[in-house]
């Protein structure tokens, strides 16, 4: 059975920072390209930032460039995301997605990180 499982998330203030993980149970986990998504309270699904499968190549959304940063440890089957510089825009349930051609799209249960002073 596959799963991820986010975990990191709290209250923070603003300015402040969180790092969140996702851990997979995937055995082919360095096939995986990971992303990171967030739910607002707007019920909007944004997506946030992405992982190529071997952590060679990142891509960011707008709102959150230059202060977030996306990375991976194959070797612990756990994908990351650290936010800094934080902002009250930025809260929202973190949830995290495995990818792969051909395979099914696995997601995550997600991790509420609040924003606030």
């Known amino acids: 059975q596959v799963y991820l499982v986010e975990s990191g998330g709290g209250l923070v203030q603003p300015g402040g920072t969180l790092s969140l993980s996702c851990q997979a149970s995937?055995?082919?986990?360095?096939?995986?390209?990971i992303s990171w998504y967030r739910q607002t309270l707007r019920e909007e699904r944004e997506w946030v930032a992405t992982?190529?499968?071997?952590?060679?190549?990142?891509t960011y959304g707008d709102s959150v460039k230059g202060r977030f940063t996306i990375s991976r440890d194959n070797s612990k089957n756990t994908a990351y995301l650290q936010l800094n510089s934080v902002k009250p825009e930025d809260t929202g349930v973190y949830l995290c997605?495995?990818?792969?051609?051909?395979?099914?799209?696995?997601w995550g249960q997600g991790t509420q990180g609040t924003v606030s002073s």
């Open positions: 997605q495995a990818t792969h051609s051909g395979r099914p799209v696995y």
């Open positions: 995937i055995f082919t986990f360095n096939d995986y390209k």
């Open positions: 992982i190529s499968p071997k952590g060679g190549s990142t």
